[in-house]
């Protein structure tokens, strides 16, 4: 099974890149499976269910998320839902939504990281009580792990390595260049970078966000404007093994 996996998408320009490119990379890698981390996707930060259903008719199958997804209160009943949108497993359990579903029968996870993000649950002890009680658990598992440490994501992808298909991180916006299969058969990178304008910081406008630095005021954000560059990582898993065969970055732009 070939799994596209896309890196954070930004705003408007991410989404009309994920629209142009998604129908064409089906057709050339015959990819089975696309999983698109949405939660910068609406304005640059959250999602809504207009944006989100966005992203469904580009082709997405699975939207994850991070610690954006509570931005927009409209989608707290879609996540509720049938919509395959994921929070973070290691939310409280009380917080509306569901960091796991069966889609093709793949099982697509969306972890948190806590080190310089906020108290959250352990992630390494929410994966293994996943794992532990899933019935009937599926061979191909992915993991979106959406975290800021390169070394808790590191550590991630050896505490799960043999266990899952592949851990893939999200967040900083910044792909890395650690593509690779771990010793166990998990495909790793410590994270797949962005859909979102090559000329702006993490996809954010670039005067905006010096002024912010320059003056410590907080400010709302806007989105950067421009060419977009276009991140993913594809993986290709043994389906009966449940092992990553191959991991390949996908970089293009969009004018």
Same mark, same amino acid.
């Given at each position: 099974m070939k799994i596209l996996a896309i890196g954070d998408i930004i705003g408007k320009p991410g989404r009309s890149a994920v629209g142009r490119l998604l129908p064409g990379l089906y057709r050339e890698y015959g990819i089975d499976l696309v999983i698109g981390n949405g939660e910068n996707a609406a304005g640059g930060i959250g999602l809504t269910p207009d944006t989100a259903q966005e992203l469904f008719g580009?082709?997405?199958?699975?939207?994850?998320?991070?610690? @954006?997804?509570?931005? @927009?209160?409209?989608?707290?009943?879609?996540?509720?839902?049938?919509?395959?949108?994921?929070?973070?497993l290691n939310y409280p359990p009380s917080s509306p939504g569901y960091g796991y579903l069966l889609k093709h029968n793949v099982l697509v996870v969306n972890i948190i990281g806590r080190t310089f993000m906020d108290n959250f649950d352990c992630p390494f002890r929410a994966m293994d009580s996943l794992l532990a009680g899933f019935e009937n658990k599926p061979n191909i598992i992915i993991v979106d792990f959406h975290a800021e440490a390169t070394s808790e994501k590191a550590a991630m992808g050896w505490y799960l390595d043999g266990r899952v298909s592949a851990v893939l991180g999200t967040h900083t916006h910044i792909g890395t260049i650690d593509a690779r299969i771990l010793p166990g058969g998990t495909a790793y990178v410590t994270d797949i970078g962005m859909v979102g304008p090559v000329d702006s910081v993490i996809g954010?406008?670039?005067?905006?966000?010096?002024?912010?630095?320059?003056?410590?005021?907080?400010?709302r954000l806007s989105v950067g404007k421009g060419t977009v560059e276009f991140n993913a990582i594809l993986v290709e898993v043994n389906n009966d093994t449940g092992m990553a065969t191959s991991i390949e970055r996908i970089q293009k732009t969009v004018t």
């Open positions: 580009a082709g997405i199958d699975v939207i994850t998320s991070g610690n @954006h997804i509570w931005s @927009h209160k409209e989608l707290l009943p879609y996540l509720e839902g049938n919509s395959a949108i994921l929070r973070p954010d406008d670039v005067s905006s966000v010096l002024n912010r630095f320059l003056t410590q005021i907080p400010r």
